[in-house]
């Protein structure tokens, strides 16, 4: 898939989950601001440095979804499959919230 694409399939998604996406010129800031996920007044943002290149305009977005339950919205197989990259690596033998041997 192309990475416009994909950022567009993503923003779709966001969407649906109720995630507001916005682009802002970070320039102009005058104090370090860093791209991402927020929560203003109970509304979920994912707040995107609009100078930063599409892969990574893409990273955090898809770093913001991976934070909210997305499996039971439909999405093409593309982008779950990239969601899935953001998931963390379970150790063998580990449970899903659990450490072995506990």
Not at 19 to 30: D, K, L, M, P, Y
Not at 80 to 95: M, T
């Amino acid at each position: 898939m192309k990475p416009e694409k994909l950022y567009q399939e993503l923003k779709d998604l966001a969407e649906k989950l109720g995630i507001t996406v916005s682009e802002q010129n970070f320039r102009n800031a005058g104090i370090h601001v860093k791209s991402g996920y927020c929560k203003v007044k109970d509304i979920d943002h994912c707040i995107i440095n609009k100078h930063l290149k599409m892969n990574k305009k893409i990273e955090v977005l898809g770093e913001c979804l991976s934070l909210f339950p997305h499996e039971s919205v439909y999405t093409v197989p593309a982008v779950r499959e990239f969601l899935e990259s953001f998931r963390p690596i379970r150790v063998a033998g580990e449970v899903e919230g659990e450490e072995a041997g506990k």
